[in-house]
């Protein structure tokens, strides 16, 4: 290993870095097509599948804009997740609207509280934000829990709306709905990176104060990435009370969104787009398989220890082994 | 919502006593957060950790918890300090980012907390002592022994790792290392190790708050994330690095949790401690008595 | 006489009961090097601060080019062309040192086309003689390399005033001459430089004017010789 590290620039001509970006939109739409023509002669099983780690990839990339990016961690997902998939429940209560009202409406409400939350504890240290995120998780759960027109503690069904026959089933649709979603995620991941804010963002992560000092709006910059990172993560949300037909708060704040949204980019490396999406991949695969073979909390606890260990092995993720790999091979 | 001067004092006696509880597991948080600097988001864990260590001594060895005290709290300490010397090892050194040490310690707070159900399941599980039964009483005000014993020693604790750190050698080390890691070295002692004892000491510490907490109340492992709030809160409106701060912290915690609880309800008191919290930061971030 | 580029009046900062700075007024004119001397805890880094954004005074008021800047936010007074420099380097340190200098390009001068801020950043480089290491990481450069960074990239934010906060300290004499000439042809070009330093050759041979800092007060404010041949500045440093 050279004492000298080279790096490619973050700043290439720009015909090459729209490359990837394209590349992105195109998979995208290869997987939509597929989906839409292997239809219902794959079982029901394997969209479930599909959409759980659709929606880790969402969530992990989401969490990664502000996280990853930014160098502010959010424990509280599930409390982003939990507002969408409420922002569900309660329009379904009032109104039947179409599912991309709900998610329109989710994104709004989620990214509204990204805003605020930033607002309110962005301009402190790190750690500051990052418990206000954790204690945020616990009061909207404690208030949902409590209100009745959402279902309270006892939790809530939701009916599965009728689909017009170009969907085989509604987990098709579902599934249709969350390739395109994770496109979008990944996309905007993707177009933070790559743009100016994304620039800013490192530097904020590197030294804050030095970023300041260079004339990098720091709060201005947190705020919108808090802001597309609680919006995306509320989107996310809002498909899943009809995903699960029946949502309570246990199942919307569930400790696995918790920890998945940061074991995911942590595992599959935090300082660029394709990150989250290998580790969602990575992990989301592992948890289906083992979900079924042994009981949901040894299966987290497993992701757990992962977390631990590539924390303390390979702190830069599957990105900085495949980067370092490239660096020092042919 | 009845008002009446006599649930006012209880509550606010009982407030005072949760409170000198809630010090003994907020020192902790002081040391490591406020004194070194690490944000260990897992000190409820080793907290519960410890009461189930209680649990397990009382259930397989007839242990009275304040004998699983003396015998859990040094296996604590030593812990502690294994614990820190690996943080160190592998976070510390490197000093690049704070991400990673931050979800390090998430994780090693969720492996404990999944660990701990997949040992003893969700049910809640309790230790009992025939003393702490008993009420103590003075005129119209009546708090049990299970609310006293936490308070007592919360306050023997805190007074104990005040007097160790003001004056013993490694102690003062400890302090000088919170004010200034560098011109510790130039003294010659070395910051490593007082901050080693330093986690040791608050490890320790967490095991005696567990072992406390299941003796007021029965555990099960998902109630350390209710207390991420409450300890760091406490260390920050204390000041930080402020022993008299924390405790002070912690009263006024306790009272205004259970003036809550009283008044609204028990599923409200976690939103008090990030009110608290917030209201701290934003009023007056060096907290009561900050440097 | 030049105008004023430059001026704090009745800075005061206190912290916590301990008084950093007390009715400090400053007056630094376009074009001019001034060096900022005085015993370590004296205050300087907390007027560098004050200036640079990064604290806000108890009481006085800042001015900059003719516009008042106390509320200002430190990355606006960047982008007006206030530019300093960190005692203890604080590089980008996930970046190359190329992507270090371009994050004021981008930001402090507002660039938005990156074959601009490619070029630009290629002459700060050259000019602070950094071009070799371009596409290093911060992580394995050496001390006087990092201090090059820090004034590059205060350069890159196309600084009217620079301050560079004890820019040489534990230099190498030899090390000290290369940045002292470097901040010297700054100046030549029309850059106003304060000079915090304690290295007192280097102060004598760059500065114009020497202002003094001692417990929080301002004790001199004059031409090189006429200030250090003072009783309390002679005091200051020697002892009484």
Known sequence: ?330 | MNFSWDLLVNAFVTGVVLGGFYASAAIGVTIEFGMLDIVNIAHPAFMIAGAYLAYLGWNSFAFDPLVAMAVFAPLGLLFGRAFYRAYHFFFERRGDESLQGLAFFFGVLFIIEIGLVLISGVDYRSVTAPYLGWTFGIGHISVSWRMMVPFLVGLVLLAGIQLYLSRTFTGRTILAVSQDVEAVRLIGADPVRAKEIAFGIATASAIIAGILLIIIQPVEPSIGREYIGRTFAICVLGGMASIPGTLIASLILGVAETFTTTFFGPSWSPAVSFGLLLITLALRPAGLFGR | MSATILAAECITKQFDGFAALTDIDLTVCKGERIGLIGPNGSGKSTLVNCFAGIIAPDSGSIEFDGTDITATPAWLRAKYGLARTYQIPRPFRGMTVRQNIEVPLRFAVGHTSTRAIGEEAQVILDQVGLADKASISPKVLTQVELRKLELGRALAARPKVLIADEVMAGLSDSEVDEILALLTRLNAQGITILLIEHIMRAVMMFSQRIVVIVAGHKIADGPPDEVMRQDDVERAYLGE
């Not at chain 1, 023509?37 to 929606?55: D, F, M, N, W």
């Not at chain 1, 301009?123 to 949902?144: C, D, E, N, P, Y």
Request: with cysteine; glycine share 12%.
């Open chain 1, 1 to 330: 290993m050279s004492a000298q590290t080279t790096f490619e620039p973050r700043s290439p001509p720009v015909p090459a870095q729209l490359y990837s970006g394209l590349a992105i939109v195109l998979a995208g739409a290869i997987l939509v097509a597929a989906a839409l023509l292997v239809g219902s002669r794959v079982s029901e099983y394997y969209y479930l599948a599909a959409y759980t780690i659709l929606q880790f990839v969402v969530l992990g990339t989401a969490w990664n804009i502000l996280g990853g990016y930014g160098g502010y961690v959010n424990f509280g997902t599930a409390g982003f997740f939990a507002v969408g998939c409420y922002t569900t429940v309660f329009l379904n209560k009032l109104f039947h609207w179409p599912l991309i009202i709900d998610m329109s409406a989710a994104a709004a409400t989620a990214g509204l509280m990204g805003l605020g939350t930033g607002y309110l504890t962005l301009r402190l240290r790190g750690v500051f934000f990052s418990i206000a995120t954790l204690a945020l998780a616990i009061v909207l759960q404690t208030v949902i829990s409590n209100w009745s027109f959402v279902g309270g503690g006892r939790g809530v069904y939701i009916v599965r709306p009728q689909i017009s026959g170009f969907f085989g089933t509604y987990a098709h649709l579902l599934v249709v709905l969350m390739i395109g979603l994770a496109t979008c995620a990944v996309l905007a991941a993707w177009a933070v990176e790559k743009s100016w804010i994304g620039v800013g963002l490192a530097a904020i992560r590197d030294n804050e104060t030095a970023a300041e000092t260079c004339g990098v709006p720091s709060l201005r910059l947190k705020l919108i990435a808090a802001t597309t990172s609680g919006a995306l993560m509320g989107m996310a949300g809002a498909p899943f009370p009809y995903y699960v037909s029946y949502v309570d708060p246990a199942t919307a704040f569930s400790l696995a969104i918790a920890v998945n949204s940061i074991a995911m980019p942590l595992v599959g490396g935090t300082t660029t787009w394709w990150g989250p999406l290998v580790g969602a991949i990575m992990l989301g695969s592992v948890q289906q398989i083992l979900t079924v073979t042994i009981s949901s909390a040894a299966n987290l606890f497993i992701v757990g220890v992962l977390l631990v260990v590539f924390l303390t092995a390979a702190p830069r993720g599957v990105v900085g082994i495949v980067r370092a790999w490239k660096r020092g091979g042919p």
